[in-house]
């Protein structure tokens, strides 16, 4: 069983295949946290401690009891108002403007299954892969139950944890704060690992370590944002790639969020996950239930590259649900790089036809084809095709590209509008804004309000009606702004459950349909949208150095599988940057790989790179996407950015490196690789020689000497079944 109650000591143990997680609720009905670490079958309460801790209040239950506080216990769901001074999970506030919620034990339920959540994303399982544990927590005078949702994925090391909030009274309550998890640990020195970003260089790790007081970032943009991920790393101090303790949470939301690290007055650390408390006041009329999206928690003793490979096999396997996930994925040629807003259906007709001579899979229509869109400025939320800028219906153009051998795809933004489109004259209100204030513009856009039902299904119908012209095979689903005009405290929530809402009735309608989200690149690469697409865009910048760090950042929380990267054209069209063929293909096969160029500008030695980057890609692309990925460097801190696949059985393995600096007279460079069989013997299938996997991984092997800067290379091993001697005798 992976979870057990011990009604003896009124301890809850929840049990994965490599881990413990453990909770007491107190003689006086509080819900403490006892332990979360390498599995153990002891009962963890001896780690409570107890004194009498100078203003440090004590709850009225304990009577004369000075040595039992809520500011110095470890608690499983901390809320205002109990004399607890650190950070908080949940804060109400009564109608009368009081804030307090003072939670006690009422009851609990083991059940088969993992919980899901109406309306939101969340980790999915087969009944017998996952058990839930539902825990109720009261307050009687504020009338408020809190039910705490466990789900415990036993052979995938990872706990999901959501909250319900529920008004049992008769009068409004107000949620003001609502974290989804929290983890209290008694003992520790931990560094906070965040992975912060902007537009175009997005997810760069930052390691911070955690001193008294607290280190809180998120995002208040209504969508997770490109400037912080709604995901959170604590590790012990010393922890690297492949050995110490490390602890995950990752947020299955993709609006505001805020995560808290808190070192206390007695050297305890707190974490919390949640939403953000700013921008955020949500109304619970008499028996109205609330719901906070979930967290994914796991925990590594191994070093964050095995946090890393479960987080991975957890989205994959559970998360994202398209029937792409695990499957060959098309080569696709998106045609924004390659003609931005200026093109016709001849166009993208020609696209096709130099994509199919390439073994290219799929052309995508960018940006430009509604409307009367030929700039950004107008046009957003009109979903009607420009049949004149294309020459004829989008049927027949769908009809055209496939004579040519390849797939269509097309390109929308259905949350937008503009202030010059139909849409908007008609329905203004429909915009998010502040009533009797002119809205905040971005990008010469606002954004829908999809809070409102009526909103999402009129872009609805509209989207429907261009996708049933023809087969459309894939949909790059973009959002190209934040949000800033909140109007009400529950705006910037309702507003995703309506995103989801939408998502949720396209795939269902469109099962066949290959979905990729984008906001600008990576402006909402979260597990939220990873529920209905199983790829995102990873970054508008395409520039294949500033990608090693891009895709190095995702990696720690998100598969290879799911990061959109393409090779692009040089210069390239954000940085300037001029890099080879090559190296632009390896950087791209560290995800779901594709083109963003002009294939009629290439020569026919670069058109030619192109046909054996596809042979190579598609070759390796399940081990790619399937295997145990490893970082092998810091790109941050190296002069290269090194990472592998690995089969399951270890017997194949992809290493790619990419040189970050040159100098003259330059050391040797030595790449250790990870995740072999020690005592099998591999051979390297370019030149032929080979290796024992003890020696690659403790010895590694060296780079050839680089001709020219930002030069790549991949490596090719597979074990030999019957190795020839590495060794003869002397």
């Known amino acids: 069983m992976a979870i057990i109650y011990h009604p003896n000591k009124k301890i809850f143990t929840l049990h994965t295949a490599h881990t413990t997680y453990q909770m007491q609720v107190d003689p006086l009905g509080y819900l403490l946290h006892l332990y979360y670490g390498d599995k153990t079958n002891s009962p963890m309460d001896y780690v409570l401690t107890y004194a009498d801790r100078g203003f440090s209040g004590n709850p009225y239950a304990a009577g004369m009891d000075r040595t039992y506080s809520l500011d110095a216990l470890p608690q499983e769901y901390p809320s205002i108002g109990t004399g607890d001074y650190r950070n908080i999970a949940l804060n109400i506030k009564n109608e009368k403007g009081v804030e307090s919620a003072d939670l006690l034990f009422k009851s609990y339920e083991i059940r088969s299954g993992k919980y899901q959540l109406q309306g939101l994303p969340a980790v999915w399982a087969d009944k017998e892969e996952a058990q839930t544990l539902e825990i109720v927590l009261a307050d009687e005078n504020a009338q408020v139950e809190v039910h705490l949702l466990y789900g415990v994925l036993e052979e995938n090391d990872v706990i999901t944890r959501s909250v319900q909030i529920k008004n049992t009274g008769t ?43 607290t280190i809180a970032f998120g995002s208040r943009r209504g969508t997770s944002s490109h400037q912080y991920n709604p995901a959170v790393i604590l590790a012990e101090k010393g922890t690297t790639e492949t050995a110490g303790i490390c602890y995950g949470m990752l947020f299955v939301y993709s609006g505001n969020f805020s995560c808290e690290a808190e070192k206390d007055q007695f050297n305890q650390t707190r ?18 239930t609330f719901t906070v999206p979930e967290v994914i928690l796991s925990y590594s003793a191994d070093g964050l590259s095995a946090l890393s490979q479960q987080y991975h096999n957890c989205i994959r396997n559970h998360v994202c649900r398209s029937k792409y996930v695990h499957m060959q994925r098309p080569v696709l040629i998106n045609s924004w790089e390659a003609a931005y807003f200026d093109f016709t259906g001849d166009t993208i007709v020609d696209l096709a036809k130099e994509a199919a001579s390439l073994g290219i899979d799929m052309v ?15 046009s957003l939320g009109d979903w009607q095709v420009n049949e004149k800028k294309l020459g004829g219906s989008l049927a027949e153009l769908i009809t055209r590209v496939h004579n040519q051998g390849v797939k269509f795809g097309i390109w929308i933004e259905p949350e937008m509008v503009n202030e010059d489109s139909d849409l908007y004259r008609a329905h203004p209100d429909w915009a998010i804004q502040i009533p009797g204030k002119k809205p905040v513009r971005s990008r010469n856009q606002l954004l829908l309000d999809f809070s409102r039902k009526e909103v999402r299904d009129c872009v609805f119908d509209q989207i429907c009606a261009v996708l049933d012209q023809g087969k459309i095979d894939y949909v790059k689903w973009d959002m190209n702004r934040s949000m800033a005009d909140v109007y009400a405290g529950n705006l910037s929530y309702d507003y995703v459950l309506g995103v989801y809402n939408f998502m949720e009735r396209l795939c269902s309608r469109y099962p066949d349909l290959l979905l990729e989200g984008c906001s600008g690149g990576g402006g909402r690469f979260d597990a939220g949208m990873l529920y209905y697409s199983p790829q995102i865009w990873c970054s508008d910048n395409t520039d294949a150095i500033n990608r090693t760090r891009i895709q190095y950042g995702t990696s720690f929380f998100y598969p290879v599988s799911v990061m959109g990267a393409h090779v692009s054209a040089v210069p390239n069209h954000q940085t300037g940057r001029v890099t080879s063929f090559h190296t632009r293909g390896v950087t791209a096969m560290a995800g779901t790989f594709g083109y963003e160029l002009n294939p009629a500008l290439l020569s026919d030695e670069e058109k030619q790179q192109i046909r054996e980057q596809i042979k190579t890609y598609k070759k390796y692309e399940t081990l790619i996407n399937e295997g145990t990925y490893w970082r092998l460097s810091d790109p941050f801190m190296d002069e290269i950015a090194a990472w592998m696949t690995v089969s399951e059985e270890q017997n194949h393995a992809l290493v790619s490196a990419v040189r970050l600096s040159a100098e003259a007279n330059q050391a040797a460079v030595y790449v250790r690789l990870r995740g072999l069989k020690p005592d099998a013997v591999y051979l390297e299938e370019q030149s032929g020689r080979q290796y024992s996997g003890a020696a690659l991984m403790h010895a590694g092997i060296p780079l050839p000497p680089f001709t020219r800067e930002y030069e790549a290379y991949q490596f090719v091993f597979t074990e030999l079944k019957e190795a020839g001697a590495l060794y003869e005798k002397v």
């Open 171 to 213: 009068g409004q309550i107000t949620i003001e704060k609502a974290a989804a998890a929290c983890l209290d640990f008694v003992q520790g020195d931990f560094d906070v690992l965040r992975f912060y970003g902007k537009h175009a260089m997005e997810r760069n790790l930052e390691r911070t370590p955690l001193g008294h007081g």
């Open 364 to 378: 995508v229509m960018d940006d430009g084809w509604f409307g009367k869109r030929n700039d950004d400025n107008s």
């Open 271 to 288: 974490l919390l996950l949640g939403l953000n408390e700013e921008l955020f006041s949500y109304p619970l009329a008499e028996g109205e």
